[in-house]
């Protein structure tokens, strides 16, 4: 089951260990640079070999990553364009949009003669854009009110509050004054406002100053916009417009790599094709440099991923397609003896390609290694050669081996729904281009639940992105959680609040603030981190659990005050399905709502103090539908899911559904896009979209009933119909 202890047996465990064990072959002095895992608490682990893992953790969200420059086959064809390609423009680095082109030269005096020395390199970073293909065009209202003074709040940008230190560095700069409204500024003073690099002194310390614009690009437009915080990325999207270079048109390179051509292609035109096509044309070069990306493309077509391009940003990839992405280096791979560690490798897969899959796995597995897979799909279970199941139940619950041998028999049968809802009305979408769609027009019924069904690749995550932006739809993904170690379910749901007012109302001299690890009650040894950083000279440092606490956060103080007869640690510390029972009696409404909302979309079995980091891509979604869930002010009545069956149990799956359930009858609108068949069979309505991947996708195959799917000819009906 989700939560039984899976994760950690296999990576917290047998993986942390090995790499802990690995990384104390090296001497004290390297290992003070290298990230080692925390001692896993075990009494005895024998037989370890070294592990490699290939998790769902999101990919780089640097703008400059690519698929690939993250498997190294775009850093191989630069190589291939640097010999063959003509006219050559120079070595591997001037195709590459990563390395800008300089130049300079100086003197030096070698044994009393002066020698002036020029150096010079040229790089395929494109100047007008900087390798990032795309330039933004800052709207300054968005920044700044100019009918108001800096001492009035004329800067809007996100932490320059009046009064703030940030603020402070530019009403205290002295390049203008503070005390008249901005549009009164000279030339020069609104040159100094928005663009000007320099050193200033702000309270009697030297500080860099950066001009507002200049700040935003540099600090804010040089990562992606879908990894900035939510307050940040809603700024963004107000103040920048991007669009497509007008010099590199979107390619990243400079004019002098666009322009050098091998079989009559740029390198950029490679970059822009679907790796189907790059394999097929690195075929038609007879060069040995063609071997090693053409192996990285064949490791690729095997995993599923023909439809990706090698110019796509890792920041957008998926879960599944980024540990698919970290894979690709390691199929092909000659080592032998080591242990691989996958976490769910068919997540986000399509029945169609977990059978290939699953081919890779057992290759892995005939050439001496060894392979643990954390999963619960049926297909990849039945071809494992031993299978350990944990449980009985999630969270504390759980944590027991219950059984190791062969595979179990585990069908995978579902059954399609007696009868299905009828839709309220219709959300229209019309001649829908995005990425690979191809004018798609379709009406996605509303007060129903929709599937939206298809090969990875096809085309359902492009259409959901052509939804309009509206506030009646809310859009729940698996994308991390904001926050810090310090963040866990109680702290983001609201709970934590409550609970902090119901302990100072019930205690007398209690302020709510005490019960805050992150503010008065925090434990004076560790400030409220329950652990303490041990230092080994050249050796790694180490987290200890703090002594004092004892890990519990708080200060000792704090911990004699009780509600219900726990104190705040205690209640922390309890599951949120026995968390119920306690706000029922603590009579603290607000919590048990929250709590029982956490048990309904299968989280019972989180602890309110758990980490929010240590959350599955699956368990933030989960988590962020039960926020919703909880918001009586929600406007919204559409919830769009990416995948939420990730991760899950198929008992937790019949939980979730019984959810759908729920929320359907209470007038919502539910669309999933979604490759479970008991999710598919469950559906009101599918939309399946194909009949391919990447160009040979991005059509509307099929939209109808479950029972009037089967009846169709494509891929996701023939699935669906063996799993009845």
């Given at each position: 089951?989700?939560?039984?202890?899976?994760?950690?047996?296999?990576?917290d465990?047998?993986?942390?260990?090995?790499?802990?064990?690995?990384?104390?072959?090296?001497?004290g002095?390297?290992?003070?640079?290298?990230?080692?895992?925390?001692?896993?608490?075990?009494?005895?682990?024998?037989?370890?070999?070294?592990?490699?893992?290939?998790?769902?953790?999101?990919?780089?969200?640097?703008?400059r990553?690519?698929f690939?420059?993250?498997?190294?086959?775009t850093?191989?064809l630069?190589?291939?364009?640097?010999?063959?390609?003509?006219?050559?423009?120079?070595?591997?680095?001037?195709?590459?949009?990563?390395?800008?082109?300089?130049?300079?030269?100086?003197?030096?005096?070698?044994?009393?003669?002066k020698?002036?020395?020029?150096?010079?390199?040229?790089?395929?970073?494109?100047p007008?854009?900087?390798?990032?293909?795309?330039?933004?065009?800052?709207?300054?209202?968005?920044?700044?009110?100019?009918?108001?003074?800096l001492?009035?709040?004329?800067?809007?940008y996100?932490?320059?509050?009046?009064?703030?230190?940030?603020?402070?560095?530019?009403?205290?700069?002295?390049?203008?004054?503070?005390?008249?409204?901005?549009?009164?500024?000279?030339?020069?003073?609104?040159?100094?406002?928005?663009e000007?690099?320099?050193?200033?002194?702000?309270?009697?310390?030297?500080?860099?100053y950066?001009?507002?614009?200049?700040?935003?690009?540099?600090?804010?437009?040089?990562?992606?916009?879908?990894?900035?915080?939510?307050?940040?990325?809603?700024?963004v999207?107000?103040?920048?417009?991007?669009?497509?270079?007008?010099?590199?048109?979107?390619?990243?390179?400079?004019?002098?790599?666009?322009?050098?051509?091998?079989?009559g292609?740029?390198?950029?035109?490679?970059?822009?094709?679907?790796?189907?096509?790059?394999?097929?044309?690195?075929?038609?070069?007879n060069?040995?440099?063609?071997?090693?990306?053409?192996?990285?493309?064949?490791?690729?077509?095997?995993?599923?991923?023909?439809?990706?391009?090698?110019?796509?940003?890792?920041?957008?990839?998926?879960?599944?397609?980024?540990?698919?992405?970290?894979?690709v280096?390691?199929?092909?791979?000659a080592?032998?003896?080591?242990?691989?560690?996958?976490?769910?490798?068919?997540?986000g897969?399509?029945?169609?390609?977990?059978?290939?899959?699953?081919?890779?796995?057992?290759?892995?597995?005939?050439?001496?290694?060894?392979?643990l897979?954390?999963?619960?799909?049926?297909?990849?279970?039945?071809?494992?050669?031993?299978?350990v199941?944990?449980g009985?139940?999630?969270?504390?619950?759980g944590?027991?081996i219950?059984?190791?041998?062969?595979?179990?028999?585990?069908s995978?049968?579902?059954?399609?729904?007696?009868?299905?809802?009828?839709?309220?009305?219709?959300?229209?979408?019309?001649?829908?281009?995005?990425?690979?769609?191809?004018?798609?027009d379709?009406?996605?019924?509303?007060?129903?639940?929709?599937?939206?069904?298809?090969?990875a690749?096809?085309?359902?995550?492009?259409?959901?992105?052509?939804?309009?932006?509206?506030?009646?739809?809310?859009?729940?993904?698996?994308?991390?959680?904001?926050?810090?170690?310090?963040?866990?379910?109680?702290?983001?749901?609201?709970?934590?609040?409550?609970?902090?007012?119901?302990?100072?109302?019930?205690?007398?001299?209690?302020?709510?603030?005490?019960?805050?690890?992150?503010?008065?009650?925090?434990?004076?040894?560790?400030?409220?981190?329950?652990?303490?950083t041990?230092?080994?000279?050249?050796?790694?440092?180490?987290?200890?659990?703090?002594?004092?606490?004892?890990?519990?956060?708080?200060?000792?103080?704090?911990l004699?005050?009780?509600?219900?007869?726990?104190?705040?640690?205690?209640?922390?510390?309890?599951?949120?399905?026995?968390?119920?029972?306690?706000?029922?009696?603590?009579?603290?409404?607000?919590?048990?709502?929250v709590?029982?909302?956490?048990?309904?979309?299968?989280?019972?079995y989180?602890?309110?103090?758990?980490?929010?980091?240590?959350?599955?891509?699956?368990?933030?979604?989960?988590?962020?539908?039960?926020?919703?869930?909880?918001?009586?002010?929600?406007?919204?009545?559409?919830?769009?899911?990416?995948?939420?069956?990730?991760?899950?149990?198929?008992?937790?799956?019949?939980?979730?559904?019984?959810?759908?359930?729920?929320?359907?009858?209470?007038?919502?609108?539910?669309?999933?896009?979604?490759?479970?068949?008991?999710?598919?069979a469950?559906?009101?309505?599918?939309?399946?979209?194909?009949?391919?991947a990447?160009?040979?996708?991005?059509?509307?195959?099929?939209?109808?009933?479950?029972?009037?799917?089967?009846?169709?000819?494509?891929?996701?009906?023939?699935?669906?119909?063996?799993?009845l």
């Amino acid at each position: 089951m989700s939560g039984s202890g899976k994760t950690s047996l296999v990576f917290d465990t047998v993986a942390a260990e090995s790499q802990r064990l690995i990384n104390e072959t090296y001497p004290g002095f390297v290992q003070g640079f290298m990230q080692a895992p925390p001692r896993p608490d075990v009494d005895r682990l024998e037989g370890l070999t070294a592990a490699i893992v290939v998790g769902q953790e999101p990919m780089a969200a640097s703008a400059r990553s690519t698929f690939g420059t993250a498997t190294d086959i775009t850093g191989h064809l630069r190589v291939l364009f640097s010999r063959l390609a003509e006219p050559r423009a120079g070595g591997p680095a001037a195709y590459s949009f990563n390395v800008p082109s300089a130049s300079g030269q100086g003197a030096i005096e070698v044994n009393g003669v002066k020698e002036v020395r020029r150096f010079e390199r040229t790089g395929g970073m494109c100047p007008r854009c900087e390798g990032r293909g795309e330039v933004g065009d800052v709207d300054k209202r968005q920044l700044v009110d100019e009918t108001l003074t800096l001492n009035d709040g004329a800067i809007m940008y996100p932490g320059m509050r009046v009064g703030s230190w940030m603020w402070r560095a530019y009403a205290e700069s002295g390049l203008y004054p503070a005390d008249v409204p901005v549009k009164e500024f000279t030339e020069e003073q609104k040159r100094d406002l928005y663009e000007t690099e320099t050193k200033v002194k702000v309270g009697g310390i030297n500080m860099s100053y950066m001009g507002l614009v200049t700040r935003l690009k540099t600090n804010v437009l040089s990562k992606l916009v879908e990894s900035l915080q939510k307050h940040m990325r809603a700024f963004v999207e107000r103040a920048v417009v991007f669009v497509d270079c007008p010099e590199c048109h979107g390619t990243r390179l400079a004019q002098h790599a666009r322009e050098s051509y091998l079989n009559g292609v740029s390198i950029a035109d490679v970059c822009d094709m679907e790796l189907a096509d790059v394999s097929a044309w690195l075929r038609t070069i007879n060069s040995p440099l063609a071997v090693a990306p053409l192996r990285g493309l064949e490791a690729a077509l095997d995993l599923g991923l023909g439809y990706l391009t090698l110019a796509r940003p890792t920041g957008t990839l998926s879960g599944g397609e980024a540990q698919r992405t970290r894979m690709v280096q390691h199929i092909g791979s000659a080592l032998t003896d080591v242990t691989y560690v996958f976490d769910e490798p068919t997540a986000g897969l399509h029945p169609h390609d977990v059978t290939r899959m699953n081919e890779l796995l057992l290759q892995l597995r005939d050439k001496g290694n060894t392979v643990l897979v954390v999963e619960h799909n049926p297909a990849t279970m039945a071809i494992a050669d031993c299978v350990v199941e944990l449980g009985p139940g999630a969270g504390v619950a759980g944590g027991e081996i219950l059984s190791v041998g062969a595979a179990p028999s585990v069908s995978g049968k579902v059954a399609l729904k007696e009868e299905v809802r009828e839709p309220t009305g219709a959300l229209e979408i019309r001649g829908a281009s995005h990425n690979n769609l191809k004018g798609v027009d379709v009406d996605i019924p509303l007060g129903v639940l929709t599937v939206i069904s298809g090969v990875a690749g096809s085309g359902k995550s492009s259409l959901m992105e052509c939804l309009p932006d509206d506030d009646r739809i809310l859009v729940v993904d698996q994308s991390s959680l904001s926050g810090s170690r310090r963040s866990n379910p109680a702290t983001y749901t609201g709970a934590m609040d409550a609970l902090r007012k119901a302990f100072a109302k019930a205690n007398d001299g209690a302020t709510p603030g005490m019960f805050s690890f992150n503010s008065e009650g925090a434990c004076p040894a560790c400030s409220g981190t329950g652990v303490v950083t041990v230092e080994f000279g050249a050796m790694d440092s180490a987290d200890v659990p703090c002594e004092v606490c004892e890990g519990r956060r708080f200060a000792a103080d704090v911990l004699g005050y009780e509600l219900a007869g726990k104190n705040i640690a205690e209640v922390l510390a309890l599951p949120a399905v026995e968390a119920v029972e306690f706000c029922r009696e603590a009579k603290v409404t607000a919590a048990k709502r929250v709590c029982e909302q956490l048990v309904a979309v299968g989280l019972g079995y989180l602890t309110l103090g758990q980490p929010l980091s240590t959350l599955s891509g699956g368990e933030r979604q989960r988590l962020k539908l039960a926020v919703r869930l909880c918001d009586r002010k929600a406007t919204a009545d559409i919830i769009v899911l990416d995948e939420p069956t990730v991760g899950l149990h198929q008992k937790d799956i019949d939980t979730l559904l019984r959810l759908f359930d729920t929320l359907v009858d209470d007038h919502l609108t539910l669309i999933c896009v979604e490759h479970h068949r008991a999710v598919l069979a469950h559906a009101d309505h599918i939309i399946d979209l194909g009949p391919g991947a990447g160009s040979a996708g991005g059509e509307v195959v099929a939209a109808c009933s479950p029972r009037e799917f089967l009846d169709k000819d494509t891929l996701t009906a023939r699935y669906l119909a063996q799993a009845l």
